[in-house]
């Protein structure tokens, strides 16, 4: 539940918007997820 309000809240900062690429908040929040558990590769 906290992993999903990260990535809804992640795709709503206005500085998303500058990103070179942009993420759905799905998507942030799969990123969130990896990296919490450390699997970035």
């Not at 990260?6 to 929040?29: R, W």
Request: aromatic share 8%; no cysteine; charged share 15%.
């Amino acid at each position: 539940a906290q992993a999903e309000r990260v990535g809804v809240m992640a795709e709503a900062d206005p500085s998303s918007g500058t990103n070179p690429i942009l993420f759905s908040a799905d998507q942030y929040q799969s990123l969130f997820l990896k990296a919490l558990k450390g699997n970035l590769g």
